[in-house]
Nanobody
Framework: EPRLVDSGGGLVQAGGSLRLSCAASGFTFDDYTIGWFRQAPGKEREGVSYIKISDGSADYADSVKGRFTISSDSAKNTVYLQMNSLKPEDTAVYYC?????????????????WGQGTQVTVSS
């Protein structure tokens, strides 16, 4: 059964760091693009970062460029999101997802699987 398990969220002060993990199982990891999305209370879901597993190409939302880094480990079927210089506006539930490509995932399309979400709270 295909599954994504995301973890690593928590409470951190502004300026701090967290590393989120997304562990995949039950599907061919290298065939997919893995993305991180977030949703804050009362706001729409937004894409944060994406990585195409087969070649490592990545993309980031403007709001996180220079602060967040996405990476993958095919031996562990896991994608990581290193989040540095966190700001209160980064507070949200973060979800990983597996989809077809970076362009389609930025449109919220052709996404096959979702993780359960992990809460990130950044205090000021």
């Amino acid at each position: 059964e295909p599954r994504l398990v995301d973890s690593g969220g928590g409470l951190v002060q502004a300026g701090g760091s967290l590393r989120l993990s997304c562990a995949a199982s039950g599907f061919t990891f290298d065939d997919y693009t893995i993305g991180w999305f977030r949703q804050a209370p009362g706001k729409e879901r937004e894409g944060v970062s994406y990585i195409k597993i087969s070649d490592g190409s990545a993309d980031y939302a403007d709001s996180v460029k220079g602060r967040f880094t996405i990476s993958s480990d095919s031996a562990k079927n896991t994608v990581y999101l290193q989040m540095n210089s966190l700001k209160p506006e980064d507070t949200a539930v973060y979800y990983c997802a597996a989809g077809f490509s970076i362009p389609t995932m930025t449109l919220g399309r052709l996404i096959d699987y979702w993780g359960q979400g992990t809460q990130v709270t950044v205090s000021s």
